[in-house]
C-alpha cells in the first residue's frame, strides 16, 4: 500500500526530442522541465490547481457534509486515458470535488479530505467545460487554467437555445487530454437535472476507447446556486459516488453508448425525476 502511495508522486518521464530534458524527466518529481500538450508548465498548474481547490475546502467538507463512495475503483488506474463521466448540479462546486477527490487519492487518503494534499496536487486532470462559463469573471478564469477543456456549445449560450456550428476542435482538445491524464466530462452538457445526454460524449469514446468511469453525484444542487460559488443551504448532505470502471466495444453504436451513459450515471430514473420534481414544487411554494 506504501509502495502505491509512493509511485503516485513518482515522474513521468516525457519523450521530449530534447535528451538532456528527456533525461531529467526521470527525476522531475514537480514537474519543473514539462508542460502539457496544451502549453502548460505542469508546475505551474500544480500552483494554479492548490490556489483555485484549497480556498472551497470548507465548503465541501465543513459547511457541509460531503460522503464519498467507491475511490476503490479509481485508486489503481491508469495515469491517461481515464474518462470520467457524471451528472452535472452546478458550474464549478461539483468539478472542483472531484479534484479534491483525485488528489486525495494520490495521497492516499481516499474518502477522508486532509488538504495536506494540496501540497503536491495532481496535475495531469482536465474537464469539460463551456468556453462562455469559463470567461465570467475572476475565479472562472482562475478554474479554467487549473484543467479546462473550453469548448463551445453548438446548442446554448447565455442561457437559451440556440443553432451554431458543432465545435470540431473540441473531440481533438479531448482527445489530447486523455493521452496526457483524466478528462472529467458532464455528458448533459447543463446543470439541468435529467437532461439528454449529447452524443459528443459517445463520439470521445468511440474515438479514444478509454477507461469509462461513473460517477454520480447528489446534494450539490440544494447545497449550492448555480455557479457553485454561493450557498444555498448548509449542513446538507453532499455525495459522490464513483461506479465500477466499464469497456466498450468498436461495435458499439453511437445510439447504443448513448444510452448506456444516460443509465450508468442515473438520468433515467423515473423514481429520482419524481422526487426532483417534487423538491422543486416545495421549493417555489416556500418562495412564493
Known amino acids: 500500500m506504501i509502495l502505491k502511495i509512493l509511485s503516485n508522486f513518482l515522474p513521468i518521464p516525457n519523450n521530449h526530442p530534447n535528451r ?12 519543473l522541465f514539462e508542460k502539457d500538450p496544451f502549453g502548460n508548465w505542469l508546475i505551474l498548474k500544480r500552483i494554479i490547481v492548490s490556489a483555485a481547490v484549497l480556498p472551497t475546502f470548507w465548503r465541501l467538507a465543513v459547511a457541509n457534509k460531503l460522503r464519498i463512495e467507491g475511490t476503490e475503483h479509481i485508486k489503481n488506474l491508469p495515469n491517461t486515458n481515464v474518462f470520467f463521466i457524471s451528472n452535472h448540479q452546478t458550474y464549478f462546486a461539483d468539478v472542483i470535488t472531484f479534484y479534491h477527490v483525485f488528489c486525495s487519492v494520490k495521497w492516499g487518503f481516499g474518502r477522508v479530505l486532509i488538504p495536506i494534499y494540496l501540497l503536491a496536487p495532481r496535475a495531469r486532470t482536465y474537464y469539460i467545460a463551456a468556453k462562455e462559463t469559463m ?25 437559451e437555445n440556440v443553432q451554431r456550428t458543432v465545435d470540431t476542435s473540441a473531440s481533438d482538445k479531448v482527445s489530447l487530454g486523455l ?16 437532461a439528454p445526454i449529447r452524443k459528443g460524449t459517445a463520439h470521445i469514446i468511440k474515438e479514444n476507447n478509454p477507461i469509462v468511469v461513473p460517477v454520480v453525484i447528489n446534494g450539490f444542487r440544494r447545497a449550492f446556486n448555480k455557479t457553485g460559488l454561493g450557498y444555498k443551504k448548509r449542513n446538507t448532505e453532499l455525495s459522490v459516488r464513483f461506479k465500477e470502471p466499464i469497456y466498450f466495444t468498436k461495435e458499439q453504436t453511437l445510439e447504443e453508448i448513448t444510452e448506456i451513459v444516460k443509465n450508468i450515471i442515473e438520468q433515467d430514473m423515473p423514481q429520482q425525476i419524481a422526487e426532483w420534481k417534487a423538491e422543486e414544487e416545495r421549493t417555489k411554494d416556500a418562495n412564493d
Open 135 to 159: 470567461q465570467k469573471g475572476i475565479l472562472p478564469r482562475l478554474f479554467s487554467l487549473a484543467g479546462a477543456i473550453l469548448v463551445e456549445r453548438s446548442w446554448r449560450a447565455e442561457g
Open 20 to 31: 538532456f530534458i528527456r533525461f531529467l524527466s526521470y527525476f522531475d518529481i514537480f514537474g
Open 179 to 194: 493521452k496526457f491524464g483524466w478528462v472529467v466530462s458532464f455528458p448533459q452538457g447543463t446543470t439541468s437535472p435529467y
